[in-house]
């Protein structure tokens, strides 16, 4: 597809369990980034991948919470032993490089509710 | 630290008024500066950006946007509302040596016919 895509659109799991949340980019585009979008707390950087290294990881919320990118495409956000707190949207972006002028595409987000 | 204030949570407009969006910032150096709008249930659509140069910027969907150095703000304008206009819009800065955003809390919009 020519946008970034994101599967599962909406997960429902029971607090404790874990989930994997993936991002497939658009082809080409070398920088990754994962957001959350919570009620209260607007949208908070999580992730940025440049290929498949992560230089920064610094709005990682806990140790709970991992992300892995493999071939500079396909990511995937893992978070542990759910918490209800972890309820959100995750969004996920690409864009072709990692300059602050080059603009990011973003998913249309996994919707994630914990029991 | 970096940030980006919208200082209106909610706005309604009627159909065919004007709307302008507010959004200031806080960034050392000089800032790239985004709006994106997000209809329900999907993700976040570029509407327009500022990198350099001309401070009036035009965007997609009949929107522009200011930047202003000396209010340190980047007001979202549209002359005319269309009722799919209604969703919400983030305002962003682009922090750092690479792509981090960093947005606003958004604006969610209502026309009202």
């Known amino acids: 597809g020519a946008g970034v895509s994101q599967s599962p659109s909406n997960k429902v799991t029971e607090k404790g369990k874990d989930v994997e949340l993936r991002c497939d980019p658009i082809s080409g585009h070398t920088a990754l980034y994962w957001y959350r979008q919570s009620l209260g707390q607007g949208l908070e950087f999580l992730i940025y991948?440049?290929?498949?290294?992560?230089?920064?990881k610094s709005g990682l919320p806990s140790d709970r919470f991992s992300a892995e990118r493999t071939g500079g495409s396909v990511s995937t956000l893992t978070i542990q032993r759910t918490q209800q707190e972890d309820s959100a949207v995750y969004l996920c972006?690409?864009?072709?490089?990692?300059?602050?002028?080059?603009?990011?595409?973003f998913g249309d987000g996994t919707r994630l509710s914990i029991l | 630290a970096q940030s980006v204030t919208q200082p209106d949570i909610h706005i309604t407009v009627s159909e065919g008024a004007s709307l302008e969006l507010r959004c200031n910032y806080s960034?050392?150096?000089?800032?790239?500066l985004f709006w994106y709008v997000q209809s329900p249930g999907q993700g976040l659509q570029l509407l327009l950006k500022y990198f350099s140069g001309d401070t009036l910027v035009q965007g997609i969907k009949g929107f522009e946007a200011e930047f202003k150095r000396s209010q340190s703000s980047f007001n979202l304008r549209k002359p005319s509302v269309h009722w799919s206009d209604a969703a919400e819009y983030f305002c962003?800065?682009?922090?750092?040596?690479?792509?981090?955003?960093?947005f606003g809390a958004g604006t969610r919009l209502a026309v009202h016919p």
């Open positions: 962003a800065v682009g922090a750092g040596g690479y792509n981090k955003l960093i």
């Open positions: 991948f440049q290929g498949n290294s992560a230089p920064d």
């Open positions: 972006a690409s864009s072709v490089g990692q300059h602050s002028n080059q603009p990011q595409h």
């Open positions: 960034y050392g150096a000089t800032p790239y």
